[in-house]
Every structure is written in structure tokens, then in C-alpha cells.
């Protein structure tokens, strides 16, 4: 029987403790996560997605501030004498004293095709920039970030309107499979990790709210990529009236350059709203305006009395002479 423990907090983590709970020579011995923290409109202490699914199937849950300033939770990771450490989406750093204490390794699971993206934003960061391809990727954890020899790859294509929801849930489903691989060749010798090629490393630099907000100068695909990729944090938005609109939703509908002022309202159907952009048009399909519900912008422009050849955003004109 190999003994692990697995390290993780987010929903993202959840699908892989539950498969490998299902494989008959693992022992999830434990899992150890992030503290209870307030959330949502009540500010709710709510324990992580991973703790609840451990509870669910009856594993020991261990909670840290701080695993590398925690004496009582080292000891006891000592006393498992685990075969590895999975981490997973885990939020914390470790220590070299942590590394050590699984008998094989500690195993770390990230969203990228390492060496590209490292860091702490891979799915959304290979959206935004436009990527076609990305994957997951197991390695051996070392102290420098997402540094560590790889161990095993698997590709994964994304599509023109693919959101990070959905390339998220995609990376949950195959993670699981991709982990069990590893443990497996590890243990069995049969696995050799590789070197990562450092002239290709990139980072995934982790998106701030502000990065959110929407620069109607930028070409229409590069716009897409923005807010399909901050589809669940940060939202892309925009202003109009001083308020905020968040963009949840678009669609290229036209490559070609036009004479049209950038920004301008194009056509308004029951479909969304067309806006003429850098490098061609892009169409809303769904927004969600400063203190209202999601909505088609046909909807809201009704309200708005936004019409053709209507600026969308505040401040684009001022935006353009800067240009």
C-alpha cells in the first residue's frame, strides 16, 4: 500500500483527492489545508472545498496558518512516515524539513506545460496571451517556484471562447489520472523525472483586481482573451456613467479593420451588443451593470437608451488622443 498525504485547498484540488481515494493500493493518509476563512455575503466562516470532501470520505483533515512555522503538524506528517506528499492548488510554501519527510517525494501538480507559466496564474495567464495548447504538469517540488524535474505532461487544446471556468474544470478532470501515473512510476522506479529546459520559463504573474479593467485600445481578439480568461476573478469590466459594467461573455464576429471610432456600438440585437474595436468587432453577450443581475445587453441598452453609433466606455475618447 502506498501511503500519501495529500496538500490542497480550492474546488479545483477536490476531483483529484476523490479518485485517488478510489485506487486500491493508495492510503490518502491525510489531507492538510488552509484554515477555515469568512466568506460570501455574511462573511461565513467556510471551511475549503478540500476539507469537505476529506470529511465527506472520513479522512483526518490537518489546518495550518503556516506549515513551515507549524512544530505540532510537522511532527505529525514525521509520524505518517508517508511514500509522498501530493500537493495540489495547496497555497503555502515548504520548508526543505517538509520535502524530506516523504520517503520518495513530494509530488506537485500544476496547471501549465512547464516551463511556461510558473507561478501562480497558469489558466488564466495562457488565455489571456492567447495560447491554443496548455496542460497540466506533475513534477518533484523543490524551494524554487514550480522549479522541480518533471515527471509527467498531458496537453490540453483551447478553444476560441474557452473561459478559465471551463479549461479549470477540464484540468480537474484529468489531474487525478496524471497524479496515480506518477505515483506509480515513482514508486515503481519506473518513472525517471526530466530536467525543466530553463530558457523557456515563463511566469503567470498573479492577476490583480485592477488588471481587470478593459483598454478599449487593444485589438478585438486581445479583448476576448482578457475577459474569457477572468471569467471567474478578476472580472473584466469597463466603465460607463461612472459605473461599472463587468463584460462576462463575447464573441469575434468580424476580422476586418474598420473606419468606425473604436469603441462604438456597431448593432444592438436580441443576440448582444456589437462594439467596432482595433482588428475587428467584438460582440457582448452578457454583462452584469453596477448593482443589477446578469443580463443580455440587448436589455440593458433598452434601458440605457444606448443606441448605434453610441460610445460604449467612458474615458475611450481621451484614451485614443493618448494613443
Same mark, same amino acid.
Given at each position: 500500500?502506498?501511503?500519501?498525504?495529500?496538500?490542497g485547498?480550492?474546488? %479545483?484540488?477536490?476531483?483529484?483527492?476523490? =479518485?485517488?481515494?478510489?485506487?486500491?493500493?493508495?492510503? !490518502?493518509?491525510?489531507?492538510?489545508?488552509?484554515? #477555515?476563512?469568512?466568506?460570501?455575503?455574511?462573511?461565513?466562516?467556510?471551511?475549503?472545498? !478540500?476539507?469537505?470532501?476529506?470529511?465527506?470520505?472520513?479522512?483526518?483533515?490537518?489546518? $495550518?496558518?503556516?506549515?513551515?512555522?507549524d512544530?505540532?503538524? %510537522?511532527?505529525?506528517?514525521?509520524?505518517?512516515?508517508?511514500?509522498?506528499?501530493?500537493?495540489f492548488?495547496?497555497?503555502?510554501?515548504?520548508?526543505?524539513?517538509v520535502l524530506?519527510?516523504?520517503?520518495?517525494?513530494?509530488?506537485?501538480?500544476?496547471?501549465?506545460?512547464?516551463?511556461?507559466?510558473?507561478?501562480?496564474?497558469?489558466?488564466?495567464?495562457a488565455?489571456?496571451?492567447?495560447?491554443?495548447?496548455?496542460g497540466?504538469?506533475?513534477?518533484?517540488?523543490?524551494?524554487?517556484? #514550480?522549479?522541480?524535474?518533471i515527471?509527467?505532461?498531458?496537453?490540453?487544446?483551447?478553444?476560441?471562447?474557452?473561459?478559465?471556468?471551463?479549461?479549470?474544470?477540464i484540468?480537474?478532470? =484529468?489531474?487525478?489520472?496524471l497524479?496515480?501515473? $506518477?505515483?506509480?512510476?515513482?514508486?515503481?522506479?519506473t518513472?525517471?523525472p526530466?530536467?525543466?529546459?530553463e530558457?523557456?520559463?515563463? %511566469?503567470? =504573474?498573479?492577476?490583480?483586481?485592477?488588471?481587470?479593467?478593459i #483598454?478599449?485600445t487593444?485589438?478585438?481578439?486581445? %479583448?476576448?482573451?482578457?475577459?474569457?480568461?477572468?471569467?471567474?476573478?478578476?472580472?473584466?469590466?469597463?466603465?460607463?456613467?461612472? =459605473?461599472?459594467?463587468?463584460?462576462?461573455?463575447?464573441?469575434?464576429?468580424?476580422?476586418?479593420?474598420?473606419?468606425?471610432?473604436?469603441?462604438?456600438?456597431?448593432?444592438?440585437?436580441?443576440?448582444?451588443?456589437?462594439?467596432?474595436?482595433?482588428?475587428?468587432?467584438?460582440?457582448?453577450?452578457?454583462i452584469?451593470?453596477?448593482?443589477?443581475?446578469?443580463?443580455?445587453p440587448? #436589455?440593458?441598452?433598452?434601458?440605457?437608451?444606448?443606441?448605434?453609433?453610441?460610445?460604449?466606455?467612458?474615458?475611450?475618447?481621451?484614451?485614443?488622443?493618448?494613443?
Amino acid at each position: 500500500m502506498i501511503k500519501v498525504v495529500f496538500m490542497g485547498t480550492p474546488k %479545483i484540488a477536490v476531483n483529484s483527492l476523490k =479518485k485517488l481515494l478510489n485506487f486500491n493500493d493508495l492510503q !490518502i493518509q491525510a489531507v492538510v489545508t488552509q484554515p #477555515d476563512r469568512p466568506a460570501g455575503r455574511g462573511n461565513l466562516l467556510t471551511p475549503p472545498p !478540500i476539507k469537505e470532501c476529506a470529511l465527506k470520505n472520513a479522512v483526518p483533515v490537518l489546518q $495550518t496558518e503556516s506549515i513551515k512555522n507549524d512544530r505540532e503538524l %510537522i511532527q505529525k506528517l514525521k509520524d505518517f512516515e508517508p511514500d509522498f506528499f501530493i500537493t495540489f492548488a495547496f497555497g503555502q510554501i515548504l520548508t526543505q524539513e517538509v520535502l524530506d519527510i516523504p520517503k520518495f517525494a513530494t509530488i506537485n501538480l500544476h496547471a501549465s506545460l512547464l516551463p511556461e507559466y510558473r507561478g501562480a496564474n497558469p489558466i488564466q495567464r495562457a488565455i489571456y496571451e492567447g495560447k491554443k495548447e496548455t496542460g497540466i504538469t506533475t513534477m518533484l517540488t523543490v524551494l524554487a517556484l #514550480d522549479a522541480g524535474d518533471i515527471c509527467a505532461q498531458e496537453k490540453i487544446q483551447i478553444p476560441e471562447d474557452m473561459t478559465d471556468i471551463e479549461l479549470s474544470e477540464i484540468i480537474s478532470d =484529468k489531474a487525478p489520472f496524471l497524479l496515480y501515473k $506518477t505515483i506509480k512510476g515513482l514508486y515503481t522506479k519506473t518513472l525517471i523525472p526530466q530536467k525543466q529546459d530553463e530558457s523557456r520559463v515563463s %511566469i503567470a =504573474k498573479k492577476f490583480q483586481k485592477q488588471d481587470g479593467e478593459i #483598454d478599449w485600445t487593444r485589438n478585438a481578439e486581445d %479583448i476576448h482573451n482578457q475577459v474569457r480568461a477572468m471569467r471567474s476573478w478578476p472580472t473584466a469590466y469597463t466603465k460607463r456613467s461612472g =459605473k461599472i459594467i463587468k463584460i462576462l461573455e463575447t464573441k469575434i464576429v468580424d476580422r476586418t479593420e474598420s473606419s468606425e471610432k473604436i469603441c462604438s456600438v456597431k448593432q444592438i440585437t436580441k443576440d448582444g451588443m456589437v462594439l467596432n474595436l482595433k482588428g475587428g468587432s467584438l460582440l457582448v453577450t452578457k454583462i452584469k451593470p453596477e448593482g443589477k443581475q446578469e443580463m443580455n445587453p440587448y #436589455d440593458w441598452a433598452n434601458g440605457a437608451k444606448i443606441k448605434a453609433g453610441d460610445i460604449f466606455a467612458d474615458g475611450v475618447n481621451e484614451c485614443i488622443q493618448e494613443v
